[in-house]
């Protein structure tokens, strides 16, 4: 917070974004919160620092995938550095592994987490769920599922700062529904359909896998005209698909009406990607976000700042918590 005003306060929202999706994802993976929690820790540091050496490498555009000859002098050492992150994250993610095989060691709510579930299949199918496929599935859920998560937050309430109607139909939708003396949960969110209109329309202008990740083509096909050799790198420009005016009225607007009917988008909207290789965390998010940032996924380039200030609700549930 950079300056107070009548209850008011400057709130930089990403990092405040970021560590949340950290936590939620922790907390389903292993039962732990590494930012601003009381597993904060060492453990903690070490965790955030490896989170910060793999985004950073994760969105590295390698120059060796378009001119082969590069990969013999491993142009600008990005396979060394990622050798490195993944021996790092390997043993990191180990650790949590054989920390929950020792269930008694753990506090109760870590068991009921992907790591513990995922060992217990590995008791059935040992051959399958080696700890090699645990290690792989928790780094593709943590590459995966956090900086999206943030990343989308941030982009709707740039969308809805940007256009306060909306914002003020949102929160009236809210006071309709909920009970004003309680937090939001999760089943509320089904009742919210407006707020979720928000949401697919930030996905639409603003999906965080602009160009999805690469996928290769595994026979000869013909797409629109053009053919395509089998084992061709292929990359889906879902951003320009999703402003076509070919297929959306106005497409460069903001507005969630569009989406008011329930009618299905089918291909026109693809923020998850489509297929057999669509994001796995599409339901989860849709439980649950100017000029675009670089890298894989698509942040603002100049983060978010906003004058908030707290609604009497979480003043009530944060003394609550604290007299616990
Ligand atoms: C707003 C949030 C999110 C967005 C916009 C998003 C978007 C995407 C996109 C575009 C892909 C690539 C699909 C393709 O190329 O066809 C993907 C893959 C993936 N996502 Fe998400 N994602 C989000 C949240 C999550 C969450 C919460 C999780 C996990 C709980 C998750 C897990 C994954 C995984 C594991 C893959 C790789 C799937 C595969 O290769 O088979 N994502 N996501």
Not at 25 to 50: A, C, I, N, P, Q
Not at 76 to 86: C, D, E, H, T, Y
Not at 99 to 112: F, L, P, V, Y
Not at 124 to 142: C, N, R
Request: glycine share 8%; aromatic share 8%.
């Amino acid at each position: 917070m950079v300056s107070s005003n009548g209850g008011f306060a400057k709130v930089e929202l990403r990092p405040m974004f970021s560590e949340l999706s950290f936590n939620i994802v922790m907390r389903m993976v292993t039962g732990k919160s590494y930012y601003g929690g009381k597993d904060g820790g060492e453990e903690g540091k070490e965790f955030r620092e490896l989170m910060e050496e793999m985004f950073e490498y994760a969105g590295a555009l390698n120059p060796a995938d378009f001119l082969p000859i590069l990969k013999w002098f491993d142009y600008q050492g990005l396979v060394k550095r990622a050798v490195s992150i993944g021996k790092k994250m390997d043993s990191f993610l180990q650790g949590l592994i054989d920390e929950q095989r020792n269930t008694a060691a753990i506090a109760e709510e870590s068991r009921n987490t992907i790591i513990s579930h995922l060992l217990v299949l590995q008791q059935s199918q040992p051959d399958y769920y080696t700890d090699e496929i645990i290690k792989g599935l928790v780094t593709v859920i943590l590459l995966g599922a956090t900086d999206t998560s943030a990343v989308t937050l941030e982009w709707t309430m740039s969308d809805l700062l940007n256009h306060p109607s909306v914002l003020k139909k949102a929160r009236a939708e809210i006071e309709s529904v909920l009970d004003p003396d309680q937090l939001m949960d999760e089943p509320d969110l089904s009742k919210l359909h407006y707020l979720q209109n928000i949401i697919l329309e930030t996905l639409r202008l603003y999906p965080t896998g602009p160009l999805m990740l690469p996928h290769l083509s595994s026979d000869d096909c013909t797409v629109e005209g053009y053919h395509i050799s089998g084992d061709t790198m292929l990359i889906v420009n879902a951003w320009a698909i999703q402003r076509d005016p070919k297929y959306w009225d106005d497409p460069t607007s903001f507005k969630p009406k569009r989406f008011e009917s329930g009618e299905s988008m089918g291909s026109k909207l693809m923020p998850f990607g489509w297929g057999r290789r669509a994001c796995p965390g599409e339901s989860t998010i849709k439980k649950l976000t100017m000029r675009d940032g670089k890298g894989l996924t698509m942040p603002r380039v100049v983060p978010l700042e906003a004058m908030c200030k707290a609604r009497p609700i979480f003043n009530k549930a944060f003394s609550k918590a604290a007299a616990a």
